[in-house]
């Protein structure tokens, strides 16, 4: 496994989404630990707090930020008090996710669907002025899952959950996550903003808990740590700018090929201009 870069962060603000547990706390930890300020994003600030505790008590800066993804409203909340306030983002890292969960985000939308793409599509349209002006980078945290599934159905995205797993459905978010990353990266490039996205490996985190049984345990027989699953995070966040490769796909803290359906233009288009009309209300 190969390790993250060495550089440094020092005056930069990093924001970390699903900051109060897994690969997003040990990333934020980290991050801090590398001389950035911190919001320590969760569902509330009381989730947040004792992740931003844990970095005060190293001696590093952080505060915390409520951002619950699964209401568009909320979403919109969070982001709107983040560019009212003026906050600089010289990194968004949108890690959050769920998986193996069933059901609909309160705009009705697919649940993992609804909260690991629509959520942060809407919270990353609208804090981007802030990352364009601090000549910014944006770190979407994806999976390897990306590369099992080809096409996203955008009628099936606005109904319950319909496996049992689940994992199709994560699939499908994914490949939003890294088609969305793409899209950024050539939307925002005029500005100096870097888009990546990445696969944090197989980790055994908190986020298979509701995957059934046996599924669940076939599945973590071969996972890493939570500390070695941060690694591919940290380092697209920590890089020197010079070295990281905007529009890419990032496993084992160096660039592999995606998914070719994600490279396909008409696909891509159709994602955005499905999810632009999906939060065009918040937009406005
Ligand atoms: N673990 C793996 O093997 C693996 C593999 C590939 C990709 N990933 C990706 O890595 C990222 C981090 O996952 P993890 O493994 O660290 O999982 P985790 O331990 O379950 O952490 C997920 C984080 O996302 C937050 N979250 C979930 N639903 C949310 C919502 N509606 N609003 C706001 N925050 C929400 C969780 O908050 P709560 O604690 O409040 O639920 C938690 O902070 C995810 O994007 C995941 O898809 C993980």
């Given at each position: 496994?190969?390790?993250?870069?060495?550089?440094?962060?020092?005056?930069?603000?990093?924001?970390?989404?699903?900051?109060?547990?897994?690969?997003?706390?040990?990333?934020?930890?980290?991050?801090?630990?590398?001389?950035?300020?911190?919001?320590?994003?969760?569902?509330?600030?009381?989730?947040?707090?004792?992740?931003?505790?844990?970095?005060?008590?190293?001696?590093?800066?952080?505060?915390?930020?409520?951002?619950?993804?699964?209401?568009?409203?909320?979403?919109?909340?969070?982001?709107?008090?983040?560019?009212?306030?003026?906050?600089?983002?010289?990194?968004?890292?949108?890690?959050?996710?769920?998986?193996?969960?069933?059901?609909?985000?309160?705009?009705?939308?697919?649940?993992?669907?609804?909260?690991?793409?629509?959520?942060?599509?809407?919270?990353g349209e609208l804090v981007m002025p802030r990352v364009r002006e601090c000549k910014g980078r944006v770190v979407v945290v994806a999976s390897g899952n990306h590369y099992q599934v080809d096409a996203i159905d955008f009628a099936a995205v606005r109904q319950r959950t319909r496996t049992v797993t689940g994992?199709?459905?994560?699939?499908?978010?994914?490949?939003?996550?890294?088609?969305?990353?793409?899209?950024?990266?050539?939307?925002?490039?005029?500005?100096?903003?870097?888009?990546?996205?990445?696969?944090?490996?197989?980790?055994?985190?908190?986020?298979?808990r509701r995957i059934p049984n046996p599924f669940r345990w076939l599945f973590m027989q071969t996972m890493r740590t939570v500390e070695q699953g941060a690694y591919t995070t940290v380092h697209c966040a920590a890089l020197a700018d010079r070295e990281l490769v905007s529009g890419a796909y990032y496993n084992d803290c160096r660039e592999k090929p995606v998914n070719p359906a994600a490279l396909d233009e008409a696909k891509r288009r159709a994602l955005r201009d499905a999810s632009l009309g999906w939060v065009g209300d918040y937009l406005r």
């Open positions: 496994m190969r390790q993250p870069t060495t550089d440094r962060l020092d005056g930069k603000t990093a924001l970390v989404t699903g900051a109060n547990t897994g690969i997003g706390r040990t990333a934020a930890i980290e991050l801090a630990r590398r001389g950035a300020t911190v919001l320590v994003c969760a569902r509330s600030e009381d989730k947040a707090r004792p992740v931003v505790d844990e970095i005060t008590a190293l001696g590093a800066k952080a505060r915390p930020w409520a951002l619950e993804l699964g209401d568009l409203d909320a979403v919109a909340t969070s982001a709107r008090a983040l560019v009212s306030e003026g906050i600089a983002l010289d990194r968004l890292v949108l890690n959050a996710g769920l998986a193996g969960q069933q059901g609909l985000t309160k705009q009705g939308f697919e649940l993992t669907f609804g909260v690991n793409h629509v959520g942060h599509f809407l919270f994992l199709h459905e994560y699939s499908v978010s994914k490949l939003a996550n890294v088609m969305t990353a793409i899209d950024w990266s050539k939307l925002h490039a005029d500005a100096g903003v870097k888009v990546v996205s990445l696969n944090p490996g197989r980790i055994a985190s908190d986020i298979w």
